[in-house]
């Protein structure tokens, strides 16, 4: 049944918007904390609240490099994600889609 707990927690945390795009930005490459900042026009602690609930979950981890987070995708024991994932558009698309640029210099 851990299983299905596990699934079941992994579907709440794709059903949100916010955290979808993340995991589909991450498809493609690692992302600064700030850069999300700057992509969904919130503030670092509401982004760093949802990277929180990813990284608990084993969904995305981190490395830090000096004063900055960097994320990256983490689903190679999630199967069922990589599927949801590989149905979702990638990151280029929709950033054009968010009219937002491929990267940021924030963190630089």
Known sequence: MDTLNDLAEDLKLLGDKT??????????REWCVCEFVDLFDISQPAVSQHLRKLKSSGLVKEQK???WVYYSLNIVDKPHVKVILNLTPNASDLLLHL???SNAVCCE
């Open 19 to 28: 955290r979808l795009t993340i995991l589909i930005l991450l498809k493609e």
């Open 65 to 67: 490099r000096g004063q």
């Open 99 to 101: 009219n937002k640029p």
